[in-house]
């Protein structure tokens, strides 16, 4: 029994960690040449995106980027679009680690059930995708993985 529990424990503990998804977990396989966008399936709605300028679903842009910015994306419990924004500088596009752990600029929030609603975030601090838990679209409140370590320690 105490097995069966601790299988429970660890099966839902991954499952809180793995809400935040790549695009490329939904991935087709297909590319659309006509405008250089990839095809992507979430829920059985296709989506397109170039990955630069725009993400969009049967014909209707859901996103632009007007901006020079390089943008990240990333869905949330398979419903919400996390799109992330970073200087578009040399220094910035050479440096050797994903996006998803780069301090962001911005970040905008978009429900793929209803476009309508939208969030947006400008972070003053370093706030990286990757410490993101959790998104509570009632309040738009973002929750953080917070790992913190003692300054001193006595053992």
Request: aromatic fraction near 16%.
């Amino acid at each position: 029994m105490k097995l069966r529990i601790l299988i429970f424990i660890f099966l839902f503990s991954i499952k809180g960690h793995c809400q935040f998804m790549s695009l490329s977990k939904y991935d087709t396989g297909k590319y659309r040449e006509t405008d250089n966008a990839a095809i992507y399936k979430i829920k059985g709605k296709i989506y397109e995106t170039d990955h630069k300028t725009f993400f969009s679903s049967d014909k209707m842009k859901i996103f632009e980027n007007k901006t020079n910015d390089v943008i990240y994306i990333t869905v949330y419990n398979k419903r919400y679009l996390f799109i992330g924004y970073f200087p578009n500088t040399p220094e910035e596009i050479k440096l050797p680690f994903p996006y998803g752990g780069r301090a962001l600029n911005k970040l905008d929030v978009i429900d793929l059930e209803d476009v309508s609603k939208t969030w947006a975030y400008k972070f003053d601090t370093p706030t990286k995708i990757k410490n993101m838990k959790s998104f509570n679209p009632k309040y738009g409140d973002i929750t953080y993985c917070n790992h913190l370590k003692p300054e001193k320690s006595n053992q």
